[in-house]
């Protein structure tokens, strides 16, 4: 019976292999994301017109016969014309600048969106003079990404502003965290629309709108805000992380990942879902945009107001677009003489881990961390990123945190790893008896096996207990890969030697000598093959797994034992191809195992 125990755990364990191995390295080798097939593009709500009713099957919220508004749609023209160079587009419109700490860029007086952002603190490469990471763009320019504020009326008659809409601004000082800027519009009809927008230090934009109305008249308008982007191939192509629409939308997470295990409620979208039909709710509070692997854009309304929220296929059969935006479920009523107001905040940054807690706890933007995909162990992998993020401001790099985090873990559980090893030394000092057994009992494997269980019981040896520290070890494992995976605290994070970005590869192959020859066999190698570039660390890490292995009892099976003598090398091809970070961790466990494992073994007399 053991020994079918024994035989079950190691063809799970070799399943398990292949299947991590195949998702994690062998798939993104083959897969070349592809845009969504071009369908036909439905009429699209200029900005300002009236907005149709929907029918009662696609109001939002699905409550029939609800009047439900669209916020407007891109310009049908941006959309169309073929792109320009972010440089000439930039020069359509003149400019207010954008300089904090964090971010550069300006935001368009025509139109009075905010289309050019860069991320002062992240550059392209781990060369601080590399240029800034590129989050927004106009969208008359190749990969478009633009946000946009404003109101529109049911009435085209009150004449709200629109994309052609010419803004003036009250100076020509820069939006910075101290001055805010504000932005001024008279339509000619009687209503002065004023915009102010501010920033924090950080990437969180207030813009504040203002309606006077000086006609005769009530009016209504209806408040919206939409951000639209071009397609772009997410960087990462299997189910470990999405990339796309995302939200908290009537306190549910909507996403393209993977349910969060307890946490939250969720609902699943991506492109190709929004590509087929628009996803539409009726909420109050929350937020919704889109996610990229390290960046976020977001629109966080009035959380007391209730709103229609969409993201819908906005674009062409020449350039795929999509928006994600909002507008109030109920259009905002200004008496003659009087004013309304609208307040709207913005999140267009990167998605650093207290930042984002930050802001959920002191502005109120619920669940804002999930912006940040976790994964399904989000209540194992978020703590154990915070404790990492704490030594890591202790030790002050990152690497060194990710060793200090193993031996802490080590440290949790040694009464249990204790255990499992003082068992396995009695396995391995009986190993002269089972080989005894065997050529006692020959192919009688019935015999066999019950005087080996036998054995084992007169001895109080356990031939399970050596998989307990590797079963502990696998939770660790995959959290720890989901934080060097999608955290941006990681991005970049040097560690010593060779090794610049913790959160990549070990840079370095057998093929040049690890760099000692002045050669990159990359364009030589098919991609396919470029697994067997095995880097230093992986191969480090295999060599530590071959002798913590040496250690272990072998398995009575000569099958068995040479399949357990192949999982070195099957990690080493595997790791090689993970980030540093993990592969780091992974070695300097193994050191810490042998340690642990060959002191109490020497106690306990075994060779």
């Known amino acids: 019976m053991e020994e079918q125990q024994k035989n079950l755990f190691i063809a799970i364990a070799l399943t398990v292999l292949i299947m991590i191995g195949y998702q994690l390295f062998v798939m ?46 891109t310009a049908p023209s941006a959309a169309a014309a073929k792109p320009k160079s972010r440089a000439e587009a930039l020069e359509e419109s003149p400019r207010v600048r954008i300089d904090t700490p964090k971010l550069h860029g300006s935001f368009a007086l025509i139109g009075g969106r905010l289309d050019d952002l860069r991320l002062a603190a992240y550059h392209e490469t781990v060369d601080p003079k590399s ?11 190749k990969d478009g990404y633009s946000i946009d504020i404003g109101w529109f009326a049911a009435d085209e008659s009150a004449h709200a502003p629109d994309h052609d809409t010419r803004w003036t601004v009250s100076d020509d000082h820069p939006l910075t965290p101290s001055h805010p800027v504000e932005l001024r519009w008279d339509n000619g009809r009687g209503l002065t629309f004023t915009r102010r927008i501010a920033v924090d230090e950080n990437y969180l934009f207030t813009v504040t709108q203002k309606v006077e109305n000086h006609t005769q008249t009530a009016i209504a308008l209806f408040p919206y805000g939409s951000i639209a982007r071009d397609w772009q191939s997410p960087q990462s192509t299997s189910y470990l992380l999405h990339e796309g629409p995302i939200g908290i939308l009537d306190g549910k997470l909507h996403d393209g990942g993977v349910c969060f295990l ?25 937020w919704l945009g889109f996610t990229d692997k390290y960046w976020l854009t977001a629109l966080v309304p009035d959380q007391t107001v209730e709103v229609n ?28 003489g ?38 399904w162990f989000y209540w194992i992998t978020k703590p154990i990123f915070l404790f990492l993020d704490y030594l890591y401001g202790l030790i002050g790099n990152f690497g060194l945190a990710i060793m200090a985090l193993t031996l802490t873990v080590k440290l949790i559980f040694f009464p249990l790893a204790n255990r499992s090893y ?41 031939p399970m207990a050596g998989c307990l520290p590797i079963f502990v ?47 990159d066999p990359a364009p030589w190698v098919p991609l396919p093959l470029q697994i067997i570039m095995i880097g230093a660390w992986p191969l480090i890490m295999g060599v530590t797994m071959f002798l913590q292995q040496k250690l272990n009892p072998a398995p009575a099976d000569p099958v068995q034992a040479k399949m357990m003598m192949a999982l070195p ?12 970070g993990l592969v780091i961790y992974w070695s300097w466990n193994n050191l810490l195992t042998i340690a642990q494992q060959w002191v109490i073994m020497h106690r306990a007399g075994a060779a």
């Open 28 to 73: 993104p080798l083959f897969e070349k994301p592809k845009p969504p097939a071009p369908v036909q593009v439905p009429t699209q709500t200029a900005p300002g017109a009236p907005a149709p009713a929907t029918s009662p099957t696609a109001t939002p919220g699905g409550a029939p016969n609800a009047p439900s508004v669209a916020a407007p749609a």
């Open 131 to 141: 240029p800034e990471i590129v989050l927004l763009s106009p969208l008359s320019a």
């Open 262 to 286: 307890g946490a939250i409620n969720c609902d699943k979208y991506n492109y190709a879902d929004v590509k087929k039909a628009p996803v539409a709710f009726k909420t109050t509070g929350g």
């Open 309 to 336: 929220a969409k993201v819908r296929q906005i674009g062409t059969q020449e350039n795929d677009r999509y928006q994600a935006e909002y507008s109030t479920d109920k259009p905002t009523e200004i008496p003659a």
């Open 338 to 375: 009087a004013a309304a107001i609208s307040t709207t905040r913005i999140f267009a940054g990167a998605k650093e881990v207290k930042l984002l807690d930050h802001y959920e706890q002191e502005d109120g933007i619920p669940r804002f961390d999930r912006a940040i995909d976790f994964g």
């Open 422 to 462: 003082r068992a396995m030394s009695k396995m391995k000092l009986l190993q002269p008896e089972i080989q005894k057994l065997r050529e006692k009992y020959g192919e009688d494997k019935a015999k066999l096996n019950q005087e080996v269980m036998a054995l084992y019981k007169r001895v109080g040896a356990n």
């Open 473 to 519: 070890q696998i939770p660790v494992f995959f959290s720890l890969y989901k934080v060097l995976y999608v955290t941006i605290e990681m991005r970049q994070a040097p560690f010593y030697g060779w090794i610049h970005d913790l959160s990549v590869p070990d840079p370095t192959n057998w093929l040049n000598l690890f760099g000692l020859i002045p050669w």
């Open 569 to 580: 090398i099957v990690f080493t091809f595997m790791l090689g191809q993970f980030a540093a």
